[in-house]
């Protein structure tokens, strides 16, 4: 009969998910069962000397995990005992199996065992609080589980080996719900993250984190439809408030060149747009007809442009701050026409 030396066993702590969303990951690196040892009864049960366990994601996104390592030596104080039956020398059918430091309990496992080696419906108990409740082949799980963390994670779904695989529910200790397919520990392809905050998003993911098209609604009740790549607006979309909308290409949650505008007024605007404001060559229609086209700058007409209203004969030339000039002729657009010498009223149409 090989000894065992030893089983480590990792209780893994809490963990804490920032805004980038990104869900966390659990799997099983190894276990390797490379010798029997005898329970108090007599019996010969399978324990793993090596159970690394992982829970986390990239470092900047997830704070842990906290894992703290207990070890089972061939000391007299370490003890494996085992409540049920032995068949032809070997732990076999349905009981508890118990390891203790000095009448400590730091690994319970109950269920079905075969043959020294867990099979069948059976639970984990780990320090930290870890409960692995699932079908088990051979010391491993294959199929539906349901994992817990004390006061932490809490997963229902495939698991296959190393992690979560096929679909599955995980839910976090602030409430985070993701839904989805799983491979290898992370969210692929189609799947939903719900926050307690209102917060959600429903779209593809890739390697854990949000990845392609999806639609994100916000806290604000604002949403957003369109590409995303590593938890960020990335790509082609709109962002909806509750009367305007921006249509644009985005980097990094930014528009990033020329975009539609639409605002609750009516107003819409197309054009050069910089740091959220309208800036560059752009055009602005209003509800009512008017219409200017020509430079803005900080989000009022600035430049070279010219302005038609139904009431007055076109403006044409050089707008300051939204101060229009056209010759002996002035007005005023999007800006308190005191402010212009000599000017009409003409308000900017988004205000």
Sequence with gaps: MGVLSRVTLLAIGLLFVTEACVAAELSIQSIDILGYRETTSGCKLGTPVKLHLTLGGPSSQISGPVSAEVLISDSASAQITWLGPCVDGFVSGTGIVEAKINNKVVWRYEGEVRNGLANGQGTSHTPGGMTVSGIWHDARIDGPVVLS??????????WKVDGFEGYGIETLADGSRFEGNWHHGQLEGHGTLTKPNGGSYDGNWHAGTMSGF?????????????????????????????????????????????????????????????????????????????????????????????????????????????????????????????SCPKANAAPLPHQ
């Design 149 to 158: 963390i004390e006061g932490g994670l809490h997963y229902e779904g495939g």
């Design 214 to 338: 999806g639609i994100v609604k916000y806290p604000s009740g604002s949403t957003y439809e369109g590409e995303v790549q590593q938890g960020k607006r990335n790509g082609h979309g709109t962002q909806s408030w509750a009367s305007s909308h921006i249509e644009a290409n985005w980097k990094d949650d930014v528009p990033d060149g020329p975009v539609s505008l639409t605002f609750g007024n009516g107003a819409h605007y197309e054009g050069g747009f910089y740091d959220w404001k309208m800036n560059g060559h752009g055009t602005m229609v209003s509800r009512h007809g008017t219409r200017y086209v020509g430079e803005w700058r900080d989000g009022f007409a600035d430049g070279e442009g010219t302005l038609v209203r139904p009431d007055i004969p076109p403006f044409s030339g050089l707008c300051k701050h939204g101060c229009f000039q056209d010759g002996s002729r002035s007005t005023a657009f999007g800006v308190d026409p005191s």
